[in-house]
């Protein structure tokens, strides 16, 4: 009997080994990830965990443990919201692909990498998650680099905090196995809380430890940098809610709340000043995308389920936004124009939907009205303003100094088309049509927010399970 584990890491990874022969065909290769993109969502959402399918003959149950090395696989309903979203990040991945080919080896190198989160989502114990996670940082490094002579930088930076933290688990978990043995002795417990906390700390990434998540926004391929940030975000927070599930005594020795908001707030703020003094339109992005992130763990900071499931639909929003600015980047190049200031004036005359989706893109990332983010954003500042009002006032602080930033960008693809600009080919009908559907899709989630709602339900199924009592 075929399990899920074997169903969904085993399938991504033969799928992989199948397209790569097909990488210099990128029509080809795109379709075949984007099918295991909308096949992974839609196994996650509509496939019964309990009853036995037939797939071509074969019995196939997907709740089925698979054990080996000391490790086991297996999916329950817990893991379903993250593999959804894992299924959609992929699928926007690879159908943005069509504006321009991001590498030769992306589709069957993010295959691989997508492999390997899902099997981080299931795996047990919590170091096969983290084993997973840097295995996909080590490979990241190739879909990033893309084949260019570009600085490596950016590459190289996506495996320093997974590889950081996954020693420092290393380490705190021999601390855990030592309380065990001497209950007495408060000092594993005080190093383990420490270490734990750290090395979750480092996986989130905020302020001052935010350079390699800038980098890959930055320099890398835009697609594959939404990519990345989303997929592997997605797999953090699940770790997150793993290592308090399986030591339920840290959110006792630990200030979980208080840490997220402190850092969330510091992050938010410094993105904000990095958005108003960007010179470039990808830093100006990455700096939107950092402050979206701040606000984002403020709001998973406050920690009732209400705002629980406000933070899922930000993340939710947050994705959208990400890929939608990441296609105009990519269409933006496959026009061979650069993103600095200077490069783009003018532009909105030539490729308004590129200009547009960049915009939108960002200006979600920023909370601003009529882009996905808005409703969530401005009701996460509202329940701000009634308990802890100055918080509520640094995110509309730090929502102005993004916006802001994206009023300069803005000036310079209004200002007049220069001479030399006046040749660049206007975009092409199957360019434009993505743009328009990422463009509409935030403006309809930003009249209506309940669209969300189905999917924010799924993506909070694991609080509410954790949250149950006996759990």
Known sequence: MITGAELIVGGLTLLAVLVYPLRRWAFMSALAGAVAGILLAMLSLR????RVVSVWGHPVLLNRPLEGLGYTLVVTGAERPVLTMLGLAALAAFAGIRLRSSGRSFVPIGLVILALWAGAVIVHPMMGTLTGLLA?????????????????????RQVWWPLAAFMLMLVAGWHV?????RPDDATYLRMATWLIGISLLVLLAPVPLHAPFVSLLAEAPPVVGAFLAVGGQVV??????????????????????????????????????????AGRARRLWAYAALHDWGVFLVGFGLGAPLEWRMAAALFVGRALSLFLSAYGFTNLESHGIADDLEAVRGLMRRLPWTVLAILVGGLGLAGFPLTASF???????????????????????????VSLGYLRLLQSFWAPLPPSRRLIPRERLSSGLLLIVGVVLSGGLALIPQLLDGVVRMMIEIVVQISRPGM
């Open 136 to 156: 996909a940082s080590c490979l990241s490094a190739f879909i990033v680099q893309a084949g260019r002579t570009a600085p490596t930088r950016a590459a190289f």
């Open 47 to 50: 496939w019964p965990l309990d």
């Open 236 to 277: 953090v927070l699940h770790l997150i809610w793993d290592v308090f599930l399986q030591w339920p005594w840290l959110s006792e020795h630990m200030a979980v709340s208080r840490a997220l908001t402190a850092t969330g707030l510091i992050t938010l703020l410094w993105g904000a000043m990095g958005a108003l003094s």
């Open 177 to 181: 196995q030592e309380m065990a043995l």
């Open 375 to 401: 409703g969530l954003r401005w009701t996460l500042i509202q329940t701000l303003l009634r308990t802890r009002p100055v918080w509520g006032l640094l995110i509309v602080v730090g929502q102005l100094g």
